[in-house]
């Protein structure tokens, strides 16, 4: 059975979008083929490679790319998990579904707060909202 191949897109695959490949990879690397980018890259945030590495789950090795160093890959699916992506989403072929489902911004939930664990509830709360929607796929997707 082929695997579909899901692409993750916000802003800067920093955070986001890099915890939804990582646990996409981690939960259903055996239908889902996943992949992250950004419009921009931001560098891979440390704080979302912190609490994904808390549940299990290294993304250290990912790095923030550009939506371009994926060009050739035919997506089935292109979930933006920021309003920002979602505005500016490049035109895809018509095989690839764009779906929106976004996620509060960790950083800015964080931005205000000066104790290092309360910086990390905010990921963490972001982290298992994640998982919860990558642990309802692709279900969830053909649903949209």
Not at 28 to 52: F, Q
Not at 59 to 81: A, P, R, W
Not at 113 to 126: G, I, P
């Amino acid at each position: 059975m082929k695997k579909l191949k899901a692409l993750f897109l916000c802003t800067g695959n920093s955070c986001r979008s890099q915890m939804a490949e990582g646990w996409c990879r981690h939960l259903k690397g055996d239908i889902i083929e996943a992949y992250s980018a950004g419009i921009e890259t931001h560098g891979l945030n440390p704080y979302a490679v912190k609490v994904m590495a808390e549940a299990g789950v290294d993304i250290s090795g990912h790095k923030s790319k550009l939506l371009t160093e994926l060009n050739g890959i035919d997506f089935d699916y292109v979930v933006t998990v920021c309003g920002h992506a979602h505005e500016t989403c490049p035109f895809f072929p018509a095989k690839a579904k764009v779906v929106h489902v976004g996620f509060d911004d960790p950083p800015k939930l964080a931005k205000d707060l000066t104790d290092e664990e309360e910086k990390l509830n905010c990921y963490r709360l972001v982290r298992d909202e994640i998982q919860k929607f990558v642990l309802s796929l692709p279900g969830s997707l053909l649903d949209k």
